[in-house]
């Protein structure tokens, strides 16, 4: 069965960096598909962080615009997440998501969960001092 696993995930300081990561099963390549990173903060709704169309656009919701990074290897078959300048509102669960897109277009299905195949089990980010 194809999936996505999550890691990188921890605690951190305000102002540290974390690069959470997301590996695809071989038979699910990243390339063709939009993969969007959301978190979920305790008590509430999972919101989006970002996300990178098949076509390699890339959109960031306010509140990290600026200090995340989403990326793509497709040699290794796995997206990325880099966060600078953590703030404690930013702990939350990270989950990855991978939508089967138009390939190399810059459709993102954006927040519209349903609409995602493929979501990671979500990973721990914690930052406090």
């Known amino acids: 069965q194809w999936q996505l696993d999550e890691s990188g995930g921890g605690l951190v300081q305000p102002g540290g960096s974390l690069r959470l990561s997301c590996a695809a099963s071989?038979?699910?390549?990243?390339?063709?598909?939009?993969i969007a990173w959301f978190r979920q903060a305790s008590g509430s709704e999972r919101e989006l962080v970002s996300c990178l169309s098949s076509g390699n656009t890339t959109t960031y919701s306010e509140s990290v615009k600026g200090r995340f990074v989403v990326s793509r290897d497709n040699a290794r078959n796995t997206a990325y997440l880099q966060m600078d300048f953590l703030k404690p509102e930013d702990t939350a669960v990270y989950y990855c998501a991978a939508d089967l897109a138009p390939f190399r277009t810059d459709y993102c299905p954006g927040s519209r969960v349903n609409e995602y195949d493929y979501w990671g089990q979500g990973t721990q980010v914690t930052v406090s001092s």
């Open positions: 071989p038979g699910l390549k990243l390339q063709y598909y939009a």
